[in-house]
């Protein structure tokens, strides 16, 4: 019983970390129908920046709580900033363009920015500073569920909460819902559509990069091809819930979670990564729409 | 225009600053500052940005007034290549070149050439998924793989030679390819591209993993090269049999690639490209268009695998990872998707350049990324788009 409870917390907590990265891409998926490649790579981007802050932080004499806060405020505002930038480099200039076309710009997005870490940093794995903070009480439940779980987890549940209240009740996500559900209708009802699909981008970023700083100070380690792998992951996981549907997107986040933990943990954990693009493809295949999407109808 | 590249300038010092001038070592607790790169980016993004909103313009300025049409150069190039005279004597030059380079230059020249020819085959075959039927397969080195393991271990288990697994590891590839192509029949461009990712990336991994099958991350080594009806080869002559035998799978690809363009299938292709829904109410069947596409595809992938098993003498799964895949689309991309001259080309440039240019060997992934991206906004039809055949109407000739 008790490796179960610990399984289900470790899929609890892998599975909060893809649902916030899902969460990017289901609202850009959402909004211009693309599906944004260079996402991984954002949530990279944003560990590594929230590495060197921390780095640069601690030799420089800081400790604690504010390291953490700091490492992550900047891991945010720099990740945000990358995902503006990408969306007006390689995806702004093809919003007429066939379908097939902004998707291989966000391939060759998403290996650029990889090399580029690559080349400004290093191809090693750096370790992980673990800035989160520890909880005594929890010592005796220690076998199931450790400080850094229990913290990513509470992260994971707040920042859910704010996000639907910005999605819902807010101006900006008012604007938002309106251009996912028409893009040319919002327009013409004076919806500054450029800048709704600039924030949908910075939003759906700086979760990336809250993501990354947690599973970083989690796994203690990071190289510049850890997006790939959690991009694709996250992907599986937006599709599983239904692409462009946010409470889909964390849905199918935690079940991926689970369904990795439970796949290793019970049957063998070579395999790790395969449970997770076999669930991909039989989605795909029996669902296209996932768990909560609608199915969309041709039209001529 | 100065004024917004200057912004942009100090927006990308901004950008880069953490990641290029600051690189923390974790272990000696040191940091160390590289100011200088941050002078390389400033100047640089402002470059950069007058030329990008250059090229914009440019463009816009190109699609305003009516169609556009192509530029004079372009149309100029193109009466070159098209007028006989010179085609056909480039052309042979082109081929007696090819056929003399094994004498010409060193047998390390010519391995590489030989590594090119595999990349055009590879190229011509993601052509047919990708350029012709529309279908975005981002696992097409799965295919590939394939064919090698077939051929490596009906090597290792059964002592097959090479000429019997080309033909097997073909078949197997296109077993795949139908294999994949079933279950994706019903989804669109992008989630394909998706479920072909992680296709790809199963094979890798199971292969990675099932160490009694294909004895694991280590790989097989030994493989044995290409034989010439039992004539014993030294390592040179081997070399340079490959990269012939290389050149025949080529042009025969070129052939049937050439072939399948105007045929009727080829057609069904281009037409499930432009608009799907359209193209199965004019009667085109598309689940047999669509698994063709994936089979055809594939069988290339799995003869070129076979061969790169056999001219390396070694594979490991470490070989056929996701980043081949990207390089083989860009090559398809670059080169133009659909157009057969377009791949060759961009095949070539694509593994030639980088191993000339010694150079840009670090930088050879970030600038294949960057062209995949600038292609897209600034040239999607590629170096050498593909011309659709037309048919011109003349009143007075029947």
Same mark, same amino acid.
């Given at each position: ?43 990279? &981007? ?57 998707? &291989? ?196 | ?398």
């Amino acid at each position: 019983m008790e490796y179960f409870l610990e399984l289900f917390v470790g899929g609890l907590t892998r599975g909060s970390i893809y649902a916030l990265i899902a969460l990017g891409y289901t609202m850009v998926y959402g909004i211009i129908e693309l599906i944004n490649f260079a996402h991984g790579e954002i949530y990279m &981007i944003g560990a590594f920046t929230a590495l060197i802050v921390a780095s640069v932080l601690t030799l420089s004499g800081f400790s604690g709580v504010s390291v953490l806060i700091l490492a992550a405020v900047f891991a945010v505002v720099y990740a945000s900033a990358y995902g503006f930038t990408v969306e007006k480099i390689a995806y702004k200039p093809l919003r007429q363009a066939p379908r097939l076309s902004p998707l &291989i710009s966000a391939i060759g997005m998403s290996i650029f920015l990889q090399n580029y870490v690559l080349l400004a940093q290093t191809s090693d794995f750096l370790p992980f500073p673990n800035l989160l903070p520890q909880f005594d009480f929890l010592a005796p439940y220690a076998a199931v569920i450790g400080s850094t779980e229990l913290f990513i987890i509470a992260t994971t549940a707040v920042v859910m909460v704010l996000l639907t209240v910005l999605i819902k009740f807010t101006r900006m996500g008012k604007a938002m819902r309106a251009t996912a559900q028409d893009r040319t209708m919002a327009m013409l009802t004076g919806v500054n559509v450029n800048r709704v699909i600039s924030n949908t981008f910075i939003l759906g970023s700086a979760l990336a990069a809250l993501g990354g700083v947690l599973i970083a100070s989690h796994t203690g380690r990071i190289n510049f091809y850890i997006g790939f792998l959690a991009g694709i992951k996250a992907f599986t996981a937006a599709v599983l819930g239904g692409i462009g549907s946010i409470p889909g997107a964390v849905l199918g986040g935690l079940l991926l979670g689970w369904t990795e933990s439970f796949a290793t943990g019970y049957v063998s954990s070579d395999y790790e990564d395969v449970f997770a693009f076999l669930l991909l493809v039989l989605v795909l295949i029996f669902r296209p729409a996932g768990l909560l999407g609608r199915t969309p109808t041709g039209k001529v | 225009m100065l004024k917004k590249a200057a912004l942009t300038s100090l927006w990308f010092l901004f950008l880069t600053f953490p990641l290029l001038a600051i690189r923390v070592n974790t272990i000696e607790h040191l940091v160390e500052w590289r100011w200088k790169n941050m002078i390389y980016v400033g100047i640089g993004s402002f470059v950069l940005s007058l030329l990008w909103q250059y090229l914009l313009a440019r463009q816009a300025s190109a699609r305003g007034p009516g169609e556009g049409g192509g530029s004079p150069m372009r149309s100029l190039y193109r009466r070159i290549l098209d007028d006989r005279r010179v085609r056909y004597p480039l052309l042979a030059a082109c081929g007696v070149f090819a056929l003399a380079f094994p004498f010409l230059f060193p047998s390390y020249q010519t391995s590489i050439l030989t590594t090119a020819l595999l990349y055009i085959v590879l190229g011509l075959g993601l052509n047919i998924v990708v350029g012709l039927a529309g279908l975005l397969n981002l696992g097409y080195i799965a295919f590939a793989a394939v064919g090698a393991y077939a051929y490596a271990l009906l090597n290792v288990h059964f002592g097959l030679g090479f000429w019997a697994a080309l033909p097997i590891g073909a078949l197997l590839a296109a077993l795949f390819g139908i294999l994949l192509g079933f279950p994706v029949l019903r989804l669109r461009g992008d989630y394909l591209a998706i479920v072909t990712l992680g296709f790809g990336e199963i094979i890798r991994l199971v292969l990675e993993n099932w160490n009694d099958f294909s004895f694991g991350p280590s790989g097989i080594s030994n493989i044995p090269r290409p034989g010439l009806l039992g004539v014993e080869l030294n390592l040179q002559q081997a070399t340079s049999y490959t990269y012939y035998l290389m050149i025949a799978l080529c042009l025969l690809t070129i052939l049937v690639v050439n072939r399948l363009q105007d045929s009727r299938i080829g057609r069904a292709w281009i037409a499930l490209r432009e608009d799907e829904l359209a193209c199965e109410a004019m009667g085109v069947d598309k689940t047999m268009a669509k698994l063709t596409a994936f089979a055809l595809g594939a069988t290339w992938a799995g003869m070129a695998g076979v061969v790169l098993a056999a001219k390396t003498t070694f594979i490991n799964p470490a070989s056929f990872t996701f980043l081949e895949s990207a390089m083989i689309l860009s090559i398809v991309v670059l080169g133009g998707m659909g157009s057969i001259p377009g791949v060759i080309l961009g095949a070539l440039l694509l593994m030639l350049l980088p191993e000339y240019l010694r150079v840009f060997q670090d930088y050879r992934m970030l600038l294949f990324g960057a062209t995949m991206v600038l292609m897209m906004v600034f040239r999607p039809q590629g170096m050498v788009p593909a011309i659709r055949r037309s048919y011109q109407y003349r009143r007075d000739e029947p």
